[in-house]
């Protein structure tokens, strides 16, 4: 089966074909595909993830990839377009591809017929996510700044500095962890 998590309460323009198609399959194809059509609690994706082999990210633009994390957490295996941040945050745990069509394809199909590959990104990927807790982040951002600041220090003397913000999002404690509904 065939398991898309996509609210759609607001599909902008260029969307609306993609909406479209994907309706005609549901009705082509009710007892193979489920829609998502509202958005869904951690604990119902945390399911999601656990009950699947692969996400699939076609994402033109993606800056950090925090679906796939969350799916490579839980053992899903991302098959993904080599866009934005998605080919760091995945590395060597999953396929990425082009964003066509036809290699999205034919790299999901390559993870279905090779169950020890499928293995093997699985078991990667959860190693991988464990290094993106948010403390680890939080300390290594933390300990960059310190160094620009330190470095800054020794070569600019008299230039006057913009101001930066970082902003680093803030969770209540049960909702740091990446992936924690998986472990």
């Not at 053992?75 to 945050?89: D, H």
């Not at 066509?100 to 293995?119: A, H, W």
Request: proline share 4%; with cysteine.
């Amino acid at each position: 089966s065939f398991e898309i998590v996509a609210p759609i309460n607001e599909v902008p323009g260029e969307l609306m074909k993609t909406k479209e198609e994907l309706n005609e399959l549901l009705n082509k194809y009710p007892d193979r595909i489920v829609w998502h059509k509202n958005a869904v609690s951690r604990e119902e994706i945390a399911k999601i993830y656990n009950q699947n082999m692969l996400i699939v990210q076609p994402s033109k633009y993606e800056s950090f990839g925090l679906t796939v994390l969350e799916a490579m957490a839980c053992g899903c295996v991302p098959v993904s377009s080599n866009k934005g941040g998605l080919p760091g945050v995945i590395g060597n745990a999953g396929k990425i591809v082009g964003l066509k069509s036809s290699l999205l394809i034919r790299g999901i199909v390559n993870l279905l017929e090779d169950y020890r590959l499928r293995e093997r990104y699985s078991r990667r990927g959860v190693e991988r996510a464990a290094l993106f807790e948010w403390e680890d982040i939080a300390l290594r951002t933390k300990n960059f700044y310190k160094k620009v600041i330190r470095e800054s220090k020794k070569t600019i003397k008299d230039v006057k500095v913009p101001k930066v913000s970082v902003i680093i999002p803030v969770y209540r404690s049960e909702e740091r962890r990446v992936g924690k509904e998986c472990r």
